[in-house]
C-alpha cells in the first residue's frame, strides 16, 4: 500500500495557548456600539480600547504590562463628541494613535510619557486631550489606517461614501476616493502604492489613491453582510488578496485573488467555511505566510498556510468564549523564548480582553528557521515623498537582535507534574527505640483543587534507608502528607466515591526495623486506591466534557437553523416585493 503524503512546513503544529484569568486584561467597559470594526487595536506595548461611556465618545490605553484587573476609574482619552467607532497605531510611533468616531471627526493622540492607568491624584485619573483634529468627512468616520511605509500619512473610511487621506502633520486632506456606497474594510499594498477597499455594493476595489483613481473593480463576494480584505504577498507569482465574506445563501467564505488576473474571479472560487453568521475578520502574517481568521460572535480563530496559490488549513485555536472583538501584535513584540510567532487579543463578555499565544512546538531557544526577517518598525519615506510619487519597501530587521539568551520565559501554568517534580525529596527521621509512639493523627483536609493537566502524576518516590544503616524506628509522616495531598474535585458525586476508599485506607503507624515492610505495603495500599479514585474522576470529567460538547453543538445548530430562517424569509419578501414592482 502505498505511503501517507505528509506536507513539510515548520508551522504545522501551531498551537494556541489562552492566559489565565489573572493574567488578563480585566474589568473594562467594552463599547457595545454595533458598527463593524474590530474594537481594540495592539502594538508592542499598549492595548487601545473603543470604550462604552456617557457625555460624548472615548477610547482606552491600556500598557500590555498591566495584566490583571483594572481600577474602576481609569484616565481615558477623550474629545469627540460620540461614540469612538475606531483606532489605528502608527506602525513607527508607538505612541501616536488615531481615532475615527461617529461625530464625522478623525482625531490625533500622543499617549504620555510614563503613561500608567493608575492614579494617586485624590482627584481621579487625568484624561488625555487630543494632538490635532481632521475634519473634512461629513458623516461618521468608521475606519482609520496608518499608512505601512510613509510617516504620517493617514487613510480614512465615512458614512459619506469616500476614503480621504490626510497628511496629520499638516491636517490637509489630499485625496479622496469616492464609492457608490460605505466602505467595509482597507487595506494598503506591502509598498504602500495601492489602497485596497471592499464595499457595501460587494464590489473589490484596487485604488491609485495619489491618481483618486480605482486601477481595478471586481464583483466580490455575493452575500448581503460585511466582506473584509487583506492584502498579502504571495510567491513568485506576485501579490495576492485575501477577502472573507458571505454567499447569496450566507455561507461564510474565504476567497484567494491573483492581483494580476484580478477580474477572473478568484483562485480555485471561494472556499466555504461555514454558515455562522457572524463577520470574519481576517489577520495576515508576511513573515510565516499564514492566515488568521476570527469570526465575530466565535470563540474560535482558525489560522492557513498559504502555500502554492492555496489556503491550507493548520489547525483552530478552539474556546467556549465568544468575541467581538481581536487585534494582533506586530510581529516585533511576541516573546520569543516561548517561541511564540503571534500573539492575538480577544474581547470577552465586553468585560475583559484575553491575549491568546500561537506557538511553534520547539525546544526554548531562538530558532530562526521559524523567525524570518520582519519589519523593523520605523518609516522608509516623508509624506511629501509619497504624496510626491515615491514607492518603497518596509525595511526588516533580524529579529535575533531582540533576543536576549540570558532572559527567561514568562512563567506559564503550573501542573500537577512540575509541583511533584520540584517538591523537595521526603525526610525520614530516626526516632529513640525505646520511645512508645502513638498511632499518627489523620492530616487535616487540604483544599480541593481541580488538575488542569491531562498528564497523569506519579507520587514523590519515598526514600528508606537500607537495613544496615537503620537501627532505630522511623516515622513516615512526610510521606503520608505527599500521598494526601492528591486533588479531589468538589463534587459530592466524587466525594461518595472517595468515602469508601478513605474508610478503608489504614492509617499509618510508627514501626520498628521489621515492621518497615508492613508500612511501605500500607502506603502502597493507600496509593493504589487514590489511584483508583483519580482514575474514576477523570472518567467522570470526560463524561461531563462530553456532554458540554453536545450542548455547544446544539446550540450551534439551533442559532444556525435561526439564522437560515431568518434568510429565507428576507428571500421570500424579496421576491414579493419585485413581484409587486413588476
Not at 34 to 49: E, F, G
Not at 234 to 261: C, E, H, P, Y
Request: glycine share 6%.
Amino acid at each position: 500500500m502505498a505511503g501517507r503524503f505528509v506536507r513539510s512546513s515548520k508551522y504545522r503544529h501551531i498551537y494556541g495557548r489562552p492566559t489565565r484569568k489573572e493574567q488578563c486584561y480585566d474589568n473594562l467597559h467594552i463599547s457595545k456600539n454595533a458598527w463593524d470594526s474590530n474594537i481594540i487595536k495592539a502594538n508592542p506595548q499598549y492595548l487601545s480600547v473603543n470604550w462604552e461611556s456617557g457625555g460624548g465618545g472615548a477610547f482606552a490605553v491600556i500598557p500590555l504590562s498591566h495584566r490583571g484587573r483594572l481600577p474602576e476609574q481609569i484616565p481615558l482619552f477623550r474629545g469627540h463628541t460620540a461614540p469612538v467607532l475606531d483606532t489605528d497605531w502608527s506602525p513607527f510611533n508607538d505612541s501616536l494613535v488615531a481615532s475615527g468616531s461617529d461625530d464625522g471627526k478623525v482625531f490625533i493622540w500622543t499617549v504620555p510619557k510614563n503613561f500608567s492607568v493608575l492614579s494617586d491624584d485624590d482627584k481621579g485619573p487625568t484624561d488625555v486631550d487630543p494632538v490635532s483634529k481632521l475634519a473634512g468627512h461629513s458623516r461618521k468616520v468608521g475606519h482609520v489606517l496608518f499608512h505601512n511605509t510613509a510617516e504620517n500619512i493617514l487613510a480614512t473610511s465615512s458614512g459619506d461614501y469616500s476614503v480621504k487621506l490626510w497628511d496629520i502633520s499638516s491636517g490637509t486632506s489630499h485625496s479622496t476616493l469616492k464609492h457608490p456606497e460605505v466602505v467595509q474594510s482597507m487595506s494598503w499594498s506591502t509598498n504602500g502604492s495601492m489602497l485596497l477597499t471592499t464595499c457595501r455594493d460587494k464590489k473589490l476595489r484596487v485604488w491609485d489613491p495619489r491618481q483618486e483613481t480605482a486601477v481595478h473593480e471586481v464583483q466580490g463576494h455575493t452575500g448581503a453582510k460585511n466582506s473584509r480584505a487583506v492584502w498579502m504577498t504571495g510567491d513568485v507569482g506576485g501579490d495576492k488578496i485575501a477577502t472573507t465574506g458571505f454567499s447569496k445563501m450566507s455561507d461564510r467564505q474565504l476567497g484567494l485573488w491573483d492581483l494580476r488576473n484580478l477580474e477572473n474571479s478568484p483562485l480555485n472560487g471561494f472556499e466555504t467555511l461555514d454558515t455562522i453568521s457572524g463577520v470574519c475578520m481576517p489577520f495576515w502574517d508576511e513573515g510565516t505566510k499564514c492566515l488568521y481568521l476570527a469570526g465575530k460572535g466565535d470563540g474560535n480563530i482558525r489560522y492557513f498556510e498559504y502555500s502554492n496559490d492555496e489556503f491550507i488549513f493548520l489547525s483552530e485555536y478552539k474556546s467556549g468564549d465568544p468575541q467581538r472583538g481581536v487585534a494582533f501584535l506586530p510581529k516585533r513584540g511576541v516573546a520569543l523564548h516561548e517561541n511564540e510567532i503571534m500573539r492575538g487579543f480577544k474581547t470577552v463578555n465586553d468585560t475583559y480582553i484575553e491575549p491568546i499565544s500561537f506557538i511553534v512546538p520547539r525546544r526554548v531557544s531562538f530558532n530562526s528557521d521559524i523567525y524570518p526577517p520582519c519589519f523593523n518598525g520605523e518609516a522608509v519615506l516623508t509624506a511629501d515623498a509619497w504624496l510626491g510619487g515615491q514607492n518603497a519597501e518596509q525595511q526588516t530587521m533580524d529579529l535575533e537582535i531582540l533576543y536576549d539568551g540570558d532572559a527567561q520565559p514568562s512563567a506559564a501554568p503550573k501542573t500537577l507534574k512540575t509541583l511533584l517534580t520540584q517538591s523537595a525529596p521526603v525526610a525520614v527521621e530516626p526516632v529513640p527505640t525505646k520511645t512508645a509512639t502513638a498511632p499518627l493523627p489523620k492530616p487535616a483536609p487540604e483544599p480541593v483543587k481541580v488538575p488542569t493537566s491531562p498528564i497523569k502524576e506519579s507520587p514523590v518516590p519515598i526514600r528508606v534507608p537500607s537495613e544496615e544503616r537503620v537501627s532505630k524506628p522511623i516515622i513516615i509522616e512526610e510521606s503520608a502528607k505527599v500521598v494526601n495531598k492528591i486533588p479531589e474535585p468538589p463534587n459530592p458525586a466524587f466525594q461518595a466515591r472517595q468515602e469508601p476508599a478513605k474508610q478503608a485506607a489504614p492509617p499509618l503507624q510508627n514501626s520498628t526495623d521489621s515492621g518497615i515492610a508492613d508500612q511501605l505495603a500500607r502506603i502502597t495500599s493507600l496509593l493504589e486506591l487514590q489511584t483508583k479514585t483519580l482514575a474514576s474522576q477523570n472518567e467522570h470529567i470526560a463524561e461531563l466534557t462530553k456532554e458540554l460538547d453536545t450542548l455547544k453543538n446544539k446550540v450551534d445548530t439551533k442559532a444556525s437553523e435561526e439564522s437560515n430562517r431568518k434568510d429565507e424569509i428576507i428571500r421570500k419578501l424579496e421576491l414579493e416585493l419585485e413581484a409587486a414592482k413588476s
